[in-house]
């Protein structure tokens, strides 16, 4: 059973409505939550490419890559859970987990179904939410994983289209 049903959220997933490149967030995490997520990604298979810049290098283990300075060149792992699918996560703080998905790639009931599934994945291995915020709007998620439930809920009233 889905955690959603696409007719319920669309409008959540609009990018005319919440920009096409929401904050995904898993907050108050540390450096071995961040090498849980680098372990999951290689446990599940999915593709990804770790790149510094625009050097594609090998994925560093997290510990090495959050010592960085901050204005070292931008960092990031790019992952396809599905094949059409790409989440950018972004090494800027070992507090929180942080990335960004494109909306446009996320239209339709299979696709949201893949989102969701990436949610719970991440939620489930750190035992913590993971939150997506409208573009620009941090602080206030439409919806997230949400650890008691073990599932992906709604987090506000879809807004009036």
Known sequence: MADLLWD???????PD????????????????????????????????QYSEGERVLP???????????ADTECRDL???PAADVLVIFRFRAEDEVDFDVDLRELQGQ??????????????RRLGKPVLMDPEGDY?????????????????TDPPVT
């Open 8 to 14: 319920d959220v669309s409008c959540l997933f609009d």
């Open 17 to 48: 409505l919440m920009g096409s490149l929401p904050d995904v967030r898993v907050p108050s995490t540390s450096v071995d939550d961040w090498q849980e997520l680098l372990d999951l990604v290689a446990e599940k298979g999915w593709k990804c």
């Open 59 to 69: 994925v560093p283990r997290a510990e090495a890559v959050l010592s960085y300075p």
């Open 78 to 80: 790019r992952v396809w």
């Open 110 to 123: 299979e696709r949201l179904d893949v989102f969701c599934g990436f949610l719970r994945e991440i939620g």
């Open 139 to 155: 602080g206030h998620p439409v919806l997230g994983f949400d650890v008691e439930a073990d599932r992906v809920v709604v987090h």
